[in-house]
Nanobody
Framework: QEQLVESGGGLVEAGGSLTLSCAAS????????MAWFRQAPGKGREFVAA????????YYVDSVKGRFTISRELAKRTVYLQMNNLKPEDTAVYYC?????????????????????WGPGTQVTVSS
């Protein structure tokens, strides 16, 4: 079964950059999407970005467009989230998730129920 582990979180000043990585183990279905979500203190989990292993059309939440870039290296079984111009409101635990191989309906990137498994998360803290 596929397992996901995030890394690259840390403390950074506002305006700084971080790159998160998500390493996947187990069998990978090339057609599925990989996504990043985040959960800020006291808030629900929020969709951030998604991309298919084949690399076509990434998805982003409006608040990160132009600042974050999702990418993947299938050969390394790794998905990245390059985060630039970080803001204090980006502070959260960031989770990597893999789209389920089978489900009814069409793909809807922000829908949490379409993803399993999830990684344990990595903390990103942006100081003002």
């Amino acid at each position: 079964q596929e397992q996901l582990v995030e890394s690259g979180g840390g403390l950074v000043e506002a305006g700084g950059s971080l790159t998160l990585s998500c390493a996947a183990s187990g069998y990978i279905y090339p057609a599925i999407h990989m996504a990043w979500f985040r959960q800020a203190p006291g808030k629900g989990r929020e969709f951030v970005a998604a991309i298919r292993w084949t690399g076509d059309r990434p998805y982003y939440v409006d608040s990160v467009k132009g600042r974050f870039t999702i990418s993947r290296e299938l050969a390394k079984r790794t998905v990245y989230l390059q985060m630039n111009n970080l803001k204090p409101e980006d502070t959260a635990v960031y989770y990597c998730a893999a789209e389920k191989s089978f489900y009814e309906g069409t793909y809807d990137a922000p829908r949490e129920s379409l993803y399993d498994p999830w990684g344990p998360g990595t903390q990103v803290t942006v100081s003002s």
